[in-house]
T-cell receptor
C-alpha cells in the first residue's frame, strides 16, 4: 500500500524568509509525486510534479520541490515567502494501484506573517 | 469558464435522505474522480471513472454511487445519508488515467447532515 506523511500540521514563517514544507512517501516501484495547494473554500490547485529526471522540480508561483530517493522525501520549498502563500498544502503520490489513484498526505497549513 | 464545476456548493439535509451532487468538466478530460475531505482536512479518493471503467476505493460504502451520462459529467448519488457522511466532496478530472497526469479540482460541495 502506498502512503504519504506530512509531519508538520502547521509551518510558520516570516514574509521574505525561505520556507520548507516536508513530505515523505512510501510506494512500491517508482513514485510519481505531486504538490497541491488549497485556499479557503476552494478546491486543490496543482503546483508541481516529479515524474523522472532532475531531482529539483520547479512549479507555479515560485515553488520548487526536491526529490530525494534515498530519504523517500519530496519537500516543497520557496526561497522567499509571501503572505499570499498562506494556505493548506498537500503532498500526494501515485503508485501502481488500480486506477493509478492518488494518495494524499494529511496536509500542512502554511502561515506566512508580515 | 470554470474548468470543473460542482453543484450545489452547499447541501444541508436530514439523515436517511437520498441526495445527488453534480460535476461537469469542460477540459475535454478522459478521467474523472470523486474525493471526500473530512473535518480534519484529510482527503480520500472515492472513485476513479474512465471511459466507462469504474475503479472504486474498497472502503467506500455502497450507498455511494457515481453515474456518468457522458465523458464531461460524473455525478455522485448518495442513498440513506448518515451523520458520518458530513464532509466536503470534491470532483476532479485529468487528461488520462495516467500516473503522471495532474488533476484539476472543483471547488467542492459542503454536505451537512442534520
Amino acid at each position: 500500500a502506498q502512503s504519504v506523511a506530512q509531519p508538520e500540521d502547521q509551518v510558520n514563517v516570516a514574509e521574505g524568509n525561505p520556507l520548507t514544507v516536508k513530505c515523505t512517501y512510501s510506494v512500491s516501484g517508482n513514485p510519481y509525486l505531486f504538490w497541491y495547494v488549497q485556499y479557503p473554500n476552494r478546491g486543490l490547485q496543482f503546483l508541481l510534479k516529479y515524474i523522472t529526471g532532475d531531482n529539483l522540480v520547479k512549479g507555479s508561483y515560485g515553488f520548487e520541490a526536491e526529490f530525494n530517493k534515498s530519504q523517500t522525501s519530496f519537500h516543497l520549498k520557496k526561497p522567499s515567502a509571501l503572505v499570499s502563500d498562506s494556505a493548506l498544502y498537500f503532498c500526494a503520490v501515485s503508485g501502481n494501484n488500480a486506477g493509478n489513484m492518488l494518495t494524499f498526505g494529511g496536509g500542512t497549513r502554511l502561515m506566512v506573517k508580515p | 469558464d470554470t474548468a470543473v464545476s460542482q453543484t450545489p456548493k452547499y447541501l444541508v439535509t436530514q439523515m436517511g435522505n437520498d441526495k445527488s451532487i453534480k460535476c461537469e468538466q469542460n477540459l475535454g478530460h478522459d478521467t474523472m474522480y470523486w474525493y471526500k475531505q473530512d473535518s480534519k482536512k484529510f482527503l480520500k479518493i472515492m472513485f476513479s471513472y474512465n471511459n466507462k471503467e469504474l475503479i472504486i476505493n474498497e472502503t467506500v460504502p455502497n450507498r455511494f454511487s457515481p453515474k456518468s451520462p457522458d465523458k464531461a459529467h460524473l455525478n455522485l448519488h448518495i442513498n440513506s445519508l448518515e451523520l458520518g457522511d458530513s464532509a466536503v466532496y470534491f470532483c476532479a478530472s485529468s487528461q488520462q488515467r495516467g500516473r503522471n497526469q495532474p488533476q484539476h479540482f472543483g471547488d467542492g460541495t459542503r454536505l451537512s447532515i442534520l
